[in-house]
């Protein structure tokens, strides 16, 4: 038996031991000018909004939403047929009776969910 493959692994062994701490040296000194440049855009960055800066809610107005009872408005009657140019926009308008319909019991129900499905009476 020759002494070839040991000299050979001997001297891919001295080679990965010169090559593998440079690797490590090359990927810490990525990570310090990372964390050096991040700390950079960060020093640019715009300053977050004092409290007195921050936006207000509107006065008089509800912030959240709201839920309101609303009917279409209607369509002028007439013998002529309108056109599109004719008719508004189709808006909605507050209903005078602002007050949300109630369920009646048995007047509604979904498949399946045990009630009889309409009204009785």
Do not use: C, N
């Amino acid at each position: 038996m020759s002494s070839g493959w040991a000299e050979s692994a001997a001297t891919r062994g001295t080679a990965a031991g010169f090559v593998l701490p440079l690797v490590g040296l090359a990927v810490v000194g990525m990570l310090i000018g990372a964390v050096v440049w991040g700390r950079r855009r960060q020093a640019r960055a715009p300053r977050p909004p004092r409290p007195e800066e921050q936006p207000h809610l509107p006065d008089g107005r509800p912030s959240g939403p709201v839920q309101e009872v609303r009917e279409p408005d209607e369509l002028p009657h007439g013998d002529r047929r309108l056109t599109p140019y004719q008719v508004r926009h189709s808006g909605t308008r507050r209903s005078p009776d602002s007050e949300p319909p109630t369920w009646s019991g048995g007047s509604s129900g979904a498949f399946g969910s045990g009630g009889p499905g309409g009204k009785k009476g």
